[in-house]
């Protein structure tokens, strides 16, 4: 019986020893997140889908990862950022539309009138992104949009908006895509918008873009082609419009889904509805001090039923304040 | 002078011995092509693209090859074969649709009556279309176009829809990938229907394929989640459709393309008109004796304005009658 239970224990001390420089090198993988309640999710649930034999084993064409990306990838406050460049294009735009000096909600955004902005409402910001977003060829909007990112600088912290990337969210799109994951991003921006910055920043390839789209349409001007934005919206890429989109354009159901507001709620159910282990993980802005702290009562990014289902249904939610060693990647410059 | 010349003949053959080995490979990995026009232009192209320190070198992450499916990739006639799954459809859900016995164009389908449901055009065809495809979930969709594919024989072969395929251009496919392509179908074909096979049978998995798409729905029915299909067009990936949903979906120019069909033509003009090298193909039905021959005067996969697009800027035609060894898997095996 001892030289059984000795041989058990010995066979006990070689698999752990096997699995030890997994962990370790997950450790190495993920150095911006502590040792926390959502680290370690992250990473058991990884090692039971790619580990062979495994009764979770998933394989590699199946590991589909979405990712929102305001508030989830990169920070959305004061407001989000592609609100900031069709702003900043109206601005840009404006000599050429001599009537927005007298014309609303334009003139309120070339008079820097907030509160005549915000009254305009859905319909006013619906006018501003149609006059900066549509109208134009594809190839007109991405130069707008790269001219503009290359420039602009994020109002608090005075660094460029690709800068203002969550560093822990970078390792996770690393890790993941280490072990075989596809990596997406299902967000409620505009589609080529994100597709100017998402595969220098994130890794993410134009292809795994998902977003909110407008009608668009193929010209033909004596045999010289182009694609127009039409002022219409063909997809709504939030709330229900995220399982939508995902199953237009991958045709999967991801296996791992992360978010941050209630309009990645539907796309954290669809993830989580389907049949073996599934993630779903939800950032919480709980840090005032490096980052922003806001959910339930925020107009932007609010995070109210999400939160509740998360804890009904046992979700990730991560506490930035708590679990995240560094927030964007110059703090790591930090002295 | 003459040490000079043979050591340049040395150089020349030397180089060529290096280059031989290639063209042995492309020769092995595209059996069932003829060593006719259209064979080395791929070739020619695939090596001038993927030769590092070659003028005409694209990167792996830009090699998008682009490909139609209905006559480019499998066959089309005696109609496309999505048609034939809507009408065997009607027959099968005719139980639980009484009324489709005076209704038509059901009650035309219910009769095999031809004249009566060609008559009906297309208004006959999209109400077939929205009774067999819509209505129901995308997964219910999926159970049935599986179900369909499992058990349906084509007229005139007798074999399974599924091989079908064109054995040169299941080669192609792969000899693409081998060089670091991607290989995306853009098809008018619906795509949760493609994409029941496009994985066995192409070797495409389902976020590479595009395709024509009905509006869908995410609901929610007491936390049972589901997407429902609507009776409604989203995208008719057809024409200028397609640079549209390449555009879309992928967020790239593809570098190769290959189509049929006046419904191609669009998505062969954006493709070459990008910058640096590129090719476009045509799949031209020559071959009545193994295939079908048709072009200019076919009701389906008309070829016409593509065809003198082709000829005026030098576009690969492939000639299926003279060019394809095989033209699908099962004639492999005939004696």
Chains 1, 2 share one sequence.
Do not use: C
């Not at 998933?58 to 004061?78: H, M």
């Not at 949009?145 to 290359?150: D, F, N, Q, T, V």
């Amino acid at each position: 019986m001892l030289g059984l239970n000795t041989q058990t224990s010995w066979r006990g001390l070689v698999a752990l020893l096997l699995v030890l420089p997994m962990l370790a090198q997950a450790a190495d993988e993920l150095p911006s997140w502590n040792d926390g309640p959502s680290r370690q999710a992250i990473v058991e649930f990884v090692q039971a889908v790619t580990s062979e034999g495994s009764k979770d084993y998933v394989p590699v064409a199946e590991r589909i990862a979405v990712f929102d990306n305001d508030g989830t990838l990169w920070s959305e406050q004061p407001m989000y950022f592609q609100l900031l460049f069709a702003l900043s294009e109206v601005k840009r735009l404006a000599p050429q539309h001599p009537e927005w000096k007298t014309e609303q909600p334009f003139k309120a955004v070339l008079e820097n009138d907030q509160k005549t902005l915000a009254a305009s409402g859905m319909e006013g910001l619906m006018k501003i992104v149609g006059a900066t977003h549509t109208g134009i060829s594809t190839a007109t909007f991405k130069e707008n949009a790269e001219r503009w990112l290359a420039s602009a600088k994020h109002p608090k912290s005075t660094k460029p908006f690709t800068e203002m990337v969550f560093q822990p969210m970078l390792e996770l799109l690393d890790y993941l895509r280490a072990n075989g994951f596809k990596t997406y991003i299902v967000s409620g921006g505009e589609v080529e918008f994100m597709r100017v910055f998402a595969e220098e920043v994130y890794g993410i390839p134009p292809e795994q873009v998902i977003g909110t789209t407008f009608v668009t349409k193929f010209q033909d001007q004596d045999g010289k082609y182009s694609i127009l934005r039409e002022p219409k919206l063909a997809l709504n890429d939030d709330g229900p419009g995220k399982p939508v989109s995902i199953q237009s354009v991958i045709g999967r159901r991801p296996i791992f889904a992360f978010g941050n507001s209630d309009g990645d709620l539907q796309m954290l159910q669809w993830t989580t509805a389907g049949e073996g282990k599934r993630f779903a993980g939800i950032v919480h802005h709980t840090d005032a001090k490096r980052e922003w702290a806001y959910d339930r009562d925020s107009k932007i990014g609010r995070l109210d039923k999400a939160l509740d289902a998360a804890k009904a249904q046992d979700w990730t939610v991560v506490d930035m304040a708590g679990e995240w060693k560094n927030i964007h990647p110059f703090e790591l410059n930090q002295p």
